[in-house]
C-alpha cells in the first residue's frame, strides 16, 4: 500500500512512518520544514513540505491522490496559541479529510484524543478538545473509511504490543510505539472502519483488540 502520513515529523508521526516502512510500505509523509525531507528519506519514505497553517484543501489533495490511505497525526503542541490549535487541529483536519474523498483514497486515519467530548473546566485544555470534537464529527459524517484514535497520555517508552481499547477507557498512558502500531494494524488488516475509540496501554494484542471492537 501507499500511505500518506500528514506530521511525519512529529513524535507519533514519525514512529507511523517508521513502521509502514518495516512492513513494506510505501510512505509519503509531510513535513513543515525542507530540513526534515531527509530525516524521512534515511528511512526509504518519500518526503514533501507542507504547511498546516496556510495549505489548502487543493494542496493536500494533489497528495492524497498519490496514496491509498491517508493519516493525520499532526496537531497542536503544548501551549500553541488559540488560533493555532483551531488551525491544526480543527481546520486542517477537516480539509485533509475533505481532500482525501475528492482524491479517492479508501481510508482516513485520525489521532484524536481521549475524551474529546467532555470539557474539564480548564479552558486551555477544552479549547483544544473542543476543536478536536469539531474535527472528530466531520470526519464521522463522511462518505469514507475513517477511524478516529483517541488515545490518552502518551510517552516515548518502547511498545508492549498491548492495549485496551473500548468505546471508552479509563484514564491512562500509552506508548507512542503502541499507538503507531494501532493505526498501522488497522490499516493493513482493514480493521476499525468507521469506528471511533479510545485506546491506553493494557494487555490485550493489539490485532486481538482491534478485531473485537
Not at 43 to 72: K, Q
Not at 107 to 112: A, D, E, K, P
Request: proline fraction near 3%; charge should be negative.
Amino acid at each position: 500500500m501507499r500511505i500518506l502520513v500528514i506530521g511525519a515529523h512529529g513524535r507519533t508521526g514519525y514512529r507511523i512512518v517508521e513502521q509502514l516502512r518495516t512492513h513494506g510500505h510505501e510512505v509519503l509523509g509531510t513535513v513543515r520544514q525542507t530540513q526534515h525531507l531527509d530525516t524521512l528519506r534515511a528511512i526509504g519514505a518519500e518526503g514533501a513540505v507542507l504547511d498546516l497553517m496556510t495549505a489548502t484543501t487543493t494542496e493536500i489533495e494533489a497528495l492524497a491522490a498519490r496514496a491509498d490511505a491517508v493519516v493525520y497525526a499532526a496537531g497542536s503542541g503544548h501551549g500553541s496559541p488559540p488560533n493555532e490549535v483551531l488551525r491544526l487541529d480543527r481546520d486542517a483536519i477537516i480539509a485533509a479529510a475533505d481532500a482525501s474523498i475528492a482524491a479517492g483514497a479508501d481510508r482516513f486515519m485520525l489521532i484524536s484524543a481521549h475524551r474529546a467530548d467532555q470539557d474539564y473546566g480548564v479552558p486551555h485544555i477544552d479549547h483544544l478538545l473542543r476543536a478536536k470534537r469539531a474535527a472528530d464529527s466531520h470526519v464521522s459524517r463522511l462518505d469514507l473509511g475513517w477511524t478516529i484514535v483517541r488515545p490518552d497520555d502518551l510517552v516515548d517508552d518502547p511498545g508492549q504490543g498491548t492495549v485496551t481499547i473500548a468505546d471508552e477507557v479509563p484514564q491512562g498512558v500509552l506508548s507512542r510505539d503502541d499507538l503507531a502500531a494501532v493505526l498501522v494494524t488497522a490499516i493493513e488488516l482493514d480493521l476499525a472502519r468507521c469506528r471511533r475509540f479510545e485506546v491506553i496501554g493494557g494487555t490485550r494484542e493489539i490485532e486481538k483488540a482491534l478485531h473485537d471492537l
